[in-house]
């Protein structure tokens, strides 16, 4: 059974950098749509990045050209390099897994779709 875990999260000023982790309990090779989310405070969870297969990757408009996120399927791990922090990307981000179809939805949709979460680690951006 798929079991996710974060890692990386903390605070830093604004215009900073950050890179989260996830681990997986089991080889995701080619199988999973796989995806960092982010809910803020009184705020909806919504979608910041996903991918599929080796490198199609899709990315939230308010965070394209400054995230980035890879899948390396030898070490069962997602990450997601986050540079230029703003204020307005503290929240706490999850990474999440469905089947690989799910990358082919909206974003909105795949943080809806896409069970298997893990328990999120928070990233706080000073201004």
């Known amino acids: 059974q798929l079991q996710l875990e974060e890692s990386g999260g903390g605070s830093v000023q604004a215009g900073g950098s950050l890179r989260l982790s996830c681990s997986a309990s089991?080889?995701?090779?080619?199988?999973?749509?796989m995806g960092w989310f982010r809910q803020a405070s009184g705020k909806e969870r919504e979608g910041v990045a996903s991918?599929?297969?080796?490198?199609?990757?899709t990315y939230a408009d308010s965070v394209k050209g400054r995230f980035t996120i890879t899948k390396d399927s030898d070490k069962n791990t997602l990450s997601l390099q986050m540079n230029s922090l703003k204020a307005e990307d503290t929240a706490v981000y999850y990474c999440?897994?469905?089947?690989?179809?799910?990358?082919?939805?909206?974003?909105?949709?795949?943080?809806?779709?896409?069970?298997?979460r893990g328990q999120g680690t928070q990233v706080t951006v000073s201004s």
């Open positions: 999440a897994a469905g089947p690989d179809f799910l990358c082919g939805l909206d974003l909105s949709e795949q943080a809806r779709r896409l069970t298997v």
């Open positions: 991918i599929v297969g080796a490198d199609v990757a």
């Open positions: 089991i080889n995701i090779k080619n199988r999973y749509c």
